[in-house]
Structures are given as C-alpha cells and as structure tokens.
C-alpha cells in the first residue's frame, strides 16, 4: 500500500516520518509555516540516506530513488492535495493544534486520515469541534522512525474504528510496528513506561544508592538484552519453569513489598540534575553530543540489521 502523504510540519519528527514513508514507497510532501525549513529539513535528509543507503536500510532502493520522492509544498492546501494520510508534527501546544487542526479538517479531502506526532497529548483535546473528526487520531513514533518501528495510534473516542484499522494498516505497510490503543489515555503507551524507569532511575541516582552509569549499565547491559527482542511480559513468561502465572505466583511478593518505595517523586530540574548533567558531561562532552547522536543511529542500524538477520535464521 502506498500514495500521497503530507507532512504537517518540517523539524526533526517531520522529516524523519518523510524518511519512513518515502522509503516505503510513498509520495511525501512536506510543508512548514517557515517558508524554509521545508528545504533544510530535505538537505538534512539527503545527508542521512547516504548512512541508511551504506546501510542497506533503504529497503533496496537508492538514497536518490527514496529522496525523489520528496518534495516541499508551498501551501498547506499543495500539500494535502490527494493525499491518503497527512502526519502533524506541529509543537507541544493545544492551542496551536487546534487552530492547525482546523485548517487540516476544511482542507483535506474527506477521506484523508489526520494523524498528530504528539508525545502526550491525547487527541480529544484538538479534534473535538472538528466535522471530521472521525478521521482524526493520534499516531505518535518513537524517534527517528524510520528505524525504531514502533509507534502509537491513539484515538478520541469519534475515532471512528474503520479509521484505526486502516491506520493500523498503513503503518504496518510502511514497516512501522504500531501499538492499537483502544481508548486515549494520558502519555499513551511508551511514555508510561518509559517514565516508570526514568522515575526510578533518577531516584536511585538522587537518594545515592548509584551512579548515573551504573542505572545505564542495568538497562544497557542487563535488560535491554532481553528487550531487543521481547517485551516484559513475554520475558517473564520465560523466566518460570511455569510460564507467567509461575512467575508471578513466586516474585509478585518481592515487588509489592517494593512498590511503597517507588512512589515519592524526586524533581528531575532539581538538586539531581547538578549529579546526573555533572556524571553524564564527565562521559560525554556537550560538544560531542551530535557526534554521539550519529553513533547512536548507526549502532541501531546495525541492531536492526542484526534482528533481521537473526529472525530469518532463528525465527522471530
């Protein structure tokens, strides 16, 4: 399945959803209230399809065939012209989603899905006086796309359902791995969960109990291993003689008697911050953290190669 997509917005989730799509095979058209970032936004992307091209993450086309199909749109009616699915990436703030939604909900065609990047916020807050907001939801990646799959699609409860299953389909067809919320919720899916450990992390780091390195070595080199393949469910699932109720039926005890502990805040911007900023810089220089950034995304190139790899050979 391919077509036309616009891409509402042009900063680093915009253009990286670009990438996702194009390579599948989609037309993409980006626009951008800044009349210029439509093109930095495509020179950046030139300079990282050359990395996925070296690293036969382009599905087999050419960094030039996937580029191609890029293109800026001078108006926001250009861009939506025909197309199957427009992508939002407009900032954190309702109230410019909501003017941006209404321009989306007159302009597109009626059967164009309307979809927003946002992190958390969930879509009832800016479609609810729309006339078609039974197209509209929230379909939010983990960044960048186009090599971390997973994304959530979120709905207002208009959603209509015929709507979720087509999104599920076009996210799958564009090699996404997408979470189908069956309501919205507040932080959605990932950044629930993502937020338990960040809040844990930051208390052991905050009440001393260990190093910034030390939290990242727990995740990096203990369970991050297992996670790069299976989630915490299928995990435990596998760490009983018994399977999940097994597990549970022996270890649940041990993180009730946790669970008290865990529920005092620590203020990220406070007094941690000075300890984790001071441990992280000592590792990495702020004037290396684009450089790393780099490193980061090759080394999930080469994750993702691996996966492959080993899902053909041992099944996944």
Not at 28 to 46: F, H, Q, S, Y
Not at 67 to 76: E, F, I, V
Not at 137 to 149: D, E, K, S
Not at 253 to 260: T, V
Request: charged share 25%; net charge neutral; proline share 6%.
């Amino acid at each position: 399945m391919s077509g036309k997509v616009a891409i509402v917005g042009s900063g680093l989730i915009g253009r990286a959803w670009a990438i996702a799509f194009a390579r599948a095979g989609w037309e993409v058209r980006l626009w951008d209230p800044v009349a210029a970032a439509p093109g930095r936004a495509l020179a950046t992307i030139e300079g990282l399809l050359a990395d996925l091209e070296a690293q036969d993450m382009l599905n087999g086309a050419t960094a030039a065939a996937v580029r191609a199909r890029m293109n800026p749109a001078g108006t926001l009616a250009g861009a939506l012209e025909g197309a199957a699915w427009a992508q939002e990436n407009a900032p954190e703030d309702v109230a410019v989603k909501r003017s941006l939604w209404r321009e989306l909900d007159r302009l597109a065609a009626p059967a164009t899905i309307l979809a927003s990047s946002t992190s958390a916020i969930v879509p009832s807050r800016f479609t609810e006086d729309l006339a078609g907001r039974g197209r509209c939801l929230v379909c939010h990646p983990i960044n960048p796309p186009y090599l971390v799959p997973a994304c959530e699609l979120v709905p207002a409860p208009w959603t209509e359902p015929a709507t979720m299953v087509l999104a599920e389909q076009i996210m799958r067809g564009i090699g996404q791995a997408p979470i189908v919320m069956k309501k919205e919720l507040d932080g959605f899916v990932m950044n629930r969960m993502q937020g338990a450990l960040l809040e844990e992390a930051f208390r052991l780091v905050a009440d001393g109990y260990c190093s910034v390195e030390d939290v990242d070595i727990g995740i990096r080199d203990g369970l991050a291993l297992r996670w790069a393949f299976m989630g915490p469910f299928e995990t435990i699932d596998l760490n009983a003689p018994g399977g999940v109720r097994d597990y549970c039926e022996r270890y649940q005890q041990i993180y009730a008697r946790l669970f008290p502990s865990m529920q005092r805040r620590v203020d990220w911007s406070g007094e941690v911050m000075d300890v984790v900023e001071a441990q992280r810089r000592v590792r990495l220089p702020a004037e290396k953290l684009q450089e790393r950034q780099r490193w980061r995304d090759r080394r999930l190139m080469a994750l993702l190669r691996h996966r492959r790899k080993a899902a053909s050979e041992i099944g996944s």
